[in-house]
């Protein structure tokens, strides 16, 4: 009788032994969620904007890489890359942390002068440069036109005439294509008075056949001053090499 005392004892004891060591629940940690993160429009032209747009659920803190850094944790921004980029989210709390990715892809022109540029003379006695320029890029190059800088010294620092050219009809050129184009240097007699020569060609990435009179005004406007900037430098100091740029 006494041992099943003792026994009974036993077992009590540890079962209120068992009781108070058990561990208090806690509440499981809820992982963040990233619902939705896009690009629109997902392809743009250079210099035209898309926007990023992110959904998230149970997130301390958001964040966006390429320079963007730190967001709410649901919202927007507009972007302005240069080249396709891909754009990474990174979504955290005290569970861990969850990324998500969407690209924007950039499409841009590129004119290149391609060939021999011949030197001929109009037949009313000017010196003219003939060749083709082409798209190599991917994005049509619209209101394209080449400029050529005639100096009267190998250092490139006396300019003496500009010839220019529209490209193209309508000076749009679409990627891939090769077009002609000749420019005249008005104000010279013969090629001999030309000692050196830069070329630059400059494109719209944006079609502005839509613009409103006034916009068209400012892009008409922009395009003069970069021009008149550019003689201005080329007048004042040494150019080595070919350029190539887009104004838009």
């Not at 099943?4 to 806690?26: A, E, N």
């Not at 499981?28 to 969620?33: A, F, G, Q, R």
């Not at 709410?72 to 980029?85: A, D, L, N, R, W």
């Not at 008409?220 to 887009?246: D, M, P």
Request: proline share 3%; net charge positive; with cysteine.
């Amino acid at each position: 009788m006494k041992n099943k005392i003792l026994i009974g004892v036993f077992i009590s004891f540890c079962f209120l032994f068992l009781t108070h060591c058990k561990k208090t629940p806690t509440t499981p940690e809820v992982p963040t969620v990233i619902n939705s993160f896009t690009a629109t429009p997902s392809t743009i032209a250079n210099g035209s904007s898309s926007q990023l747009e992110w959904n998230t659920t149970n997130a301390t803190s958001v964040s966006i890489d390429n320079g963007i850094g730190g967001v709410s944790t649901s919202g927007i921004e507009f972007v302005y890359p240069e080249v396709t980029t891909t754009y990474t989210l990174t979504a955290t709390n005290s569970s861990g942390s969850k990324t998500a990715q969407c690209t924007v892809e950039v499409k841009a022109a590129k004119l290149e002068v391609v060939g021999t540029i011949k030197r001929n003379m109009t037949s009313y006695g000017c010196p003219v440069f003939e060749g083709y320029v082409k798209n190599n890029g991917d994005n049509t190059a619209y209101n394209a036109a080449i400029t050529i800088y005639c100096y009267g010294d190998t250092a490139k620092t006396i300019l003496i005439d500009t010839a220019w050219d529209y490209l193209a009809d309508g000076n749009d050129i679409q990627p891939g294509v090769k077009t002609p184009f000749r420019a005249i240097a008005f104000d010279l007699s013969s090629h001999d008075q030309i000692k050196a020569t830069t070329i630059e060609l400059d494109w719209l990435e944006k079609d502005i056949s839509g613009m409103s009179v006034s916009d068209y005004q400012k892009v008409q406007q922009l395009r003069r001053r970069w021009n008149e900037v550019k003689i201005k430098e080329a007048r004042t100091r040494t150019r080595n090499r070919t350029n190539q740029r887009s104004i838009l």
